[in-house]
């Protein structure tokens, strides 16, 4: 009877292997082994016969994994070489620049690479074999590279300029609670434009059993409103007012009726105003009206404006609001009317105020100063 040279397994061995089958995530096979190694462990004068009954397994796969356990101190399978390379290294590093750089760079009208596109320019360059869309596809999925997505970025032009006006800003959005409790209200405004009312030919049908809503394609227009918006930070409550015109007398009678308003009956004494560089609220008019505004409460009420840096919408939480309107409201859009439209976007107002929760804002002033710290140094030692 052949008998293996008997495993002894020192302690922290022992636990490892213990922890081996309990893990949830170890694979089945690997279980297995580590059974097979404490079995040997704990019976060393069982012969190859014996663990492989007691296992219900073969005796060769018993000697195979206590050799290789004696020989490398490892239950996973070894590298399979597989078949052999069809497609050289140098070939394999081509196509994946070729997936690295713009198709019309190479004079094709695409703005972006497919899996079938590639193979179809691949197989049209001199040097290059015919290589399969699936092969490329493996290749490019090893190396982490999708040139059929994209997104869109923007990037800061004048950094410094950019940090002076977003740290206050972004202070702001950090304290409102704080703030609120001061006597400062921390309030984004901003307006949705061109909000269209298209009657659909056939009314939305509602979702049954295997199909979702149905949306007929053929509409008549109905006109447009401009949604004057500003959003509460403190406290995620929203106010609105809708104008069929863009102007900035409309944009101040929203803050007369709606935000100042609102600023007196929460007894506050300063609004902190947030706005973007849009043409509607960002004229020479703004700081008159604040002046006046002032004057007219006796310094009961004050408005401090705080500009965002332009270009720089991502740093206004009402066009959070504003995302959360579009897809909850206006698709699919089904509205007859103007006055329709309207209502619509008030009664959508009071019952998002109901369940209304501040945004979970997590973009600091010191994340901004970070993502600018190395454009900032090279600024200086320019």
């Known amino acids: ?76 399978d070894a590298p399979r070489p597989g078949a052999p390379r069809r497609f050289s290294s140098e070939i394999r590093a081509q196509v994946t620049a070729l997936a690295c750089s713009l198709p019309r760079s190479h004079g094709i009208p695409l703005t972006h690479w497919s899996r079938a596109e590639l ?123 809708c104008h069929t015109r863009k102007r900035f007398v409309d944009f101040r009678s929203f803050l007369e009726t709606v935000v100042v308003a609102e600023a007196q009956r929460r007894r506050v004494k300063t609004v902190a105003l947030v706005l973007d560089n849009g043409s ?17 409460s006796k310094g009961k009420l004050t408005m401090q404006l705080y500009w965002l840096p332009t270009n720089a919408s991502w740093l206004d939480q009402i066009e959070i609001w504003f995302s959360v309107l579009q897809r909850k409201l206006l698709q699919p859009n089904h509205f007859t009317s103007l006055d329709e439209l309207e209502q619509a976007i008030h009664g959508f107002i009071t019952r998002y105020n109901q369940t209304a929760k501040p945004i979970k804002w997590s973009y600091t002033v010191e994340h901004l100063e970070y993502k600018l710290a190395t454009r900032l140094r090279e600024g200086v030692a320019a």
Request: aromatic fraction near 8%; include cysteine; glycine fraction near 4%.
């Open 119 to 241: 193979t179809r320019h691949v197989a049209a360059t001199p040097g290059l074999p015919e290589i399969s869309p699936r092969t490329i596809g493996r290749w490019l999925t090893a190396e982490q590279i999708r040139p059929w997505r994209f997104h869109s970025w923007q990037h800061i032009q004048e950094p410094e300029t950019f940090l002076q006006r977003a740290r206050p800003v972004l202070r702001l959005y950090e304290h409102a609670h704080s703030l609120l409790q001061e006597g400062i209200w921390v309030v984004c405004a901003d307006e949705k434009t061109s909000i269209q009312a298209r009657e659909a030919e056939q009314a939305p049908r509602p979702a049954i059993k295997g199909h979702p809503v149905y949306q007929s394609p053929r509409y008549h227009r109905r006109g447009a409103l401009h949604l004057m918006a500003a959003l509460s930070v403190a406290d995620g409550l929203v106010y609105g007012q």
């Open 1 to 76: 009877m052949h008998h293996q040279r008997s495993l002894q397994l020192a302690p922290h061995e022992l636990h490892h292997l213990k922890l081996l089958i309990q893990a949830h995530r170890t694979p089945q096979a690997v279980a297995r082994r580590a059974h097979l190694i404490l079995a040997a462990h704990a019976h060393p004068d069982w012969s190859t016969k014996h663990v492989a009954r007691a296992l219900r397994c073969h005796e060769s796969w018993v000697r195979k994994w206590r050799r290789r356990w004696n020989q490398t101190y490892v239950l996973t």
């Open 280 to 296: 509607t609220h960002a004229p020479k008019q703004l700081p008159g009206f604040v002046q006046e505004l002032e004057t007219r």
